[in-house]
């Protein structure tokens, strides 16, 4: 089965903003075996939306497409299938009341113009919205004589993600010529670039393996995903848990979770493994660390293993992140204090941050060298540092 994607708004044709819908439905299509031959991103007009899905169904099997489902007049996915379809748009009543409920759930009064959200393509299904007002379109249609199911989901990457899990991934499971049961597993990890981990993992991450392992980087965690197919779901785990194996064998310590595990979830239950407590003082990551680790503490029956951070505006003074270590570490009663900053120059005009900790055998520094924007160099900063404490706990755990 050949698919392709289709993302549709000006702000993406214009460069205003990043297309990260169709990268997401692309990496999920594979998992279920169905190749994706083409990405196309057509502007806010109905030509350029009739052209691109006129020429999609005609190459493609399968169209998978976000955005133009919204209530204004520049959203026009609707009349634009309903042209490549050849039929006319009709008002769905099981829509409307899912629209008007949305409002009335909220104590709003519902738009006149959200009644478009409710026109459907003669002869589509309706794709349920369960987190907005704009529900998805699922229609057939034949373009030079070939057939091609149509799935147009709303350009919110939160909703566009629940409809799919919701309703299109199993649709789409269903034309699959061969039914097999499909199992995935998360493998997070942190320490290494994404090309450096695939450097690591020699045969894994190829096409046409199963189980099939893709590989995602964000702001420095990268995610090992594992898809397995087989007969059913025992035939599938086994296929996975040797495949984990070896990602583990091969990784070592860089492998710190999985599925939904943070870095940060990481350390708390290492710490508590090692019967350490921890403390944090920062400058220069605007208490990111210490925010971190709280969140990952109260939501872990660990919550006792970090006993708080300060967040500081000045500058270190004498010591640096050692002091800070240090009095984090006097100040809270931990085991354990983790300083980080002040964020000094370095040598090629980037920035460099100096992360240390504390215990009762003496300290340990390290310098980290910041990159990419504000934002993420200080994310970065955050996680290099809160693994700097992992690492150490696992040596004593």
Not at 12 to 17: D, N, Y
Not at 133 to 149: L, Q
Not at 248 to 267: I, K, N, S, T
Request: aromatic content about 4%; glycine content about 10%; overall charge negative.
């Amino acid at each position: 089965m050949r698919a392709e994607v289709i993302a549709i708004g000006d702000e993406l044709t214009t460069g205003q903003r990043l297309d990260t819908n169709s990268q997401w439905l692309s990496a999920e299509l594979a998992v279920l075996g169905v190749r994706v031959v083409f990405h196309t991103t057509a502007a806010d007009t109905q030509a350029a939306g009739v052209e691109a899905f006129r020429t999609a169904a005609a190459r493609a099997d399968l169209v998978v497409a976000t955005g133009g489902l919204g209530p204004t007049a520049d959203d026009l996915t609707r009349d634009v299938l309903a042209e490549v379809a050849g039929c006319p748009l009709e008002l769905s009543a099981e829509a409307l009341v899912a629209v008007e409920s949305r409002f009335a759930r909220r104590g709003m009064p519902m738009p006149e113009t959200n009644r478009r959200q409710a026109l459907f393509p003669r002869g589509s299904a309706i794709i349920p919205n369960p987190d907005g007002t704009a529900p998805g379109i699922d229609v057939t249609v034949d373009v030079a004589g070939h057939r091609a199911r149509i799935f147009a989901l709303p350009g919110v990457p939160s909703e566009m993600r629940t409809m799919w899990r919701g309703t299109v991934e199993s649709a789409i499971l269903g034309m699959l010529p061969e039914r097999t049961t499909i199992v995935q597993r998360r493998i997070k990890c942190f320490g290494a670039g994404e090309s450096v981990i695939e450097a690591m993992l020699p045969d894994i991450i190829e096409r046409g393996r199963d189980p099939l392992v893709g590989i995602t980087a964000h702001e420095a965690t990268i995610t090992l995903r594992i898809a397995a197919h087989g007969r059913d779901a025992a035939e599938c785990q086994a296929k996975i848990a040797a495949t984990e194996a070896t990602i583990r064998a091969c990784l070592g310590p860089l492998v710190y979770g999985v599925e939904d595990d943070e870095l940060e979830d990481a350390v708390v239950a290492a710490l508590d493994e090692a019967g350490m407590t921890l403390a944090t003082a920062e400058i220069g990551t605007d208490g990111r660390v210490a925010a971190l680790l709280a969140q990952a503490a109260s939501r872990s029956r660990h919550f006792g293993s970090f006993r708080g951070g300060l967040v500081l505006p000045r500058a270190a003074g004498p010591g640096g992140a050692a002091a800070l270590a240090a009095r984090a570490r006097a100040e809270h009663g931990a085991a354990v204090g983790l300083g980080i900053g002040p964020v000094e120059p370095a040598a090629d005009g980037r920035g460099e941050i100096e992360v240390a900790l504390v215990t009762d055998a003496g300290a340990e520094s390290f310098r980290h060298m910041l990159a990419g924007g504000p934002s993420l160099a200080g994310s970065r900063a955050a996680k290099f540092a809160i693994d700097r404490v992992r690492l150490w706990a696992l040596a004593r755990g």
